[in-house]
């Protein structure tokens, strides 16, 4: 069972990227997934979480308004949509899935409420 993360790189302040996440070897259908960031020297922090139908999804407020997280149930993949992007978004960003299944309203992720976990992405944004 796999998460990879991928779709990170160098951008200047304003620009967006778009993050995947890729899970093999399971479906991830039912769970909720979770994107996370860790900057360099801090913990990592939630950034945004979808609902195992796609249909509720949940903002830290560093990413309310810049960040849109959503899930190809399909494709099994999980996206992170980031727009105006600052230097303090400059992390290695993670896809985790949550422990329970069928989480029906999208609320704040717990590291220790996460099953599986992806390797990480580099985003780097310059000023």
């Known amino acids: 069972v796999q998460l990879q993360a991928s779709g990170g790189g160098l951008v200047q302040a304003g620009g967006s990227l778009r993050l995947s996440c890729a899970a093999s070897g399971r479906t991830f259908s039912s769970y909720g997934m979770g994107w996370f960031r860790q900057a360099p020297g801090k913990e990592r922090e939630f950034v945004a979480s979808?609902?195992?139908?796609?249909?509720?999804?949940y903002y830290a407020d560093s990413a309310k308004g810049r960040f849109t997280i959503s899930r190809d149930s399909a494709k099994n993949t999980v996206y992170l949509q980031m727009n105006s992007l600052k230097p303090e978004d400059t992390a290695v960003y993670y896809c985790?899935?949550?422990?329970?299944?069928?989480?029906?309203?999208?609320?704040?992720?717990?590291?220790?409420?996460?099953?599986?976990w992806g390797k990480g992405t580099l985003v780097t944004v310059s000023s």
């Open positions: 979808i609902s195992w139908s796609g249909g509720s999804t």
């Open positions: 985790a899935a949550e422990k329970v299944p069928f989480t029906v309203v999208a609320g704040p992720l717990m590291e220790d409420g996460m099953d599986y």
